[in-house]
């Protein structure tokens, strides 16, 4: 695996988290972001291609305000690591996304974030057809098996393992305060210590 751009993380960080190890079955449009499979049929996600929209996706989301980004995640592994993310970025996160909360205005609870980072696109599918329909752009974390319909800017990853999310989310919420220009210590373990 050639890298040749340094990395936010070293490789073995990378894959001491799993955030590489995807599933058996994989969509055509994720099999660019594989690296290999294995010889049970395990694909392999790329580590640098990882890194790379990690960082593209963090440059993208510093250009929003924290009030301005909702993230979703119904995945119970994710919730440590999107409640560590709000509470170092300020951004608001929604673990029980109810339909309609982007799109209805008479429904109680209903936002308008310019932008809208999902753990799952088919977990977390409603969030994303309603943003869609608002013409939110969508950030979604997206294993080998996932369909990336109406995302925006995918970032392949092991979205299933808590600490793979956890260090994506550790990613984002390092890169987005950099970008931000806010000084603040971002404690990895916040987001990957035992759930």
Request: hydrophobic content about 40%; some cysteine.
């Amino acid at each position: 695996m050639e890298i040749d751009n340094p990395l936010l993380v070293s490789v073995s960080e990378y894959m001491k988290s799993g955030i590489h190890i995807g599933t058996k079955f994989r969509t055509e449009y994720m099999s660019k972001f594989i690296y290999k499979i294995r010889g049970n049929k395990q694909s392999i996600l790329n580590i640098s291609k990882i890194d790379e929209r990690i960082q593209i996706a963090s440059k993208f989301m510093s250009r929003f305000k924290h009030n301005e980004i909702l993230v979703v995640c119904k995945r119970e592994n994710g919730w440590k690591a999107v409640n560590s993310f709000s509470n170092y970025t300020g951004i608001n996160i929604l673990t029980n996304y109810k339909p309609g909360t982007m799109t209805n205005m008479n429904l109680e609870g209903f936002i308008e974030p310019k932008l809208l980072v999902v753990i799952d696109g088919f977990v977390d599918n409603v969030a994303v057809k309603d943003a869609s329909k608002a013409g939110i752009p969508i950030i979604a974390l997206c294993d080998s098996n996932n369909k990336p319909n109406l995302i925006d800017l995918v970032i392949p990853c092991n979205n299933k393992g808590w600490m793979g999310i956890g260090l994506v989310f550790y990613l984002l919420a390092q890169e987005y305060l950099k970008l931000r220009g806010i000084s603040k210590e971002v404690i990895k373990d916040d987001f990957i210590g035992n759930p």
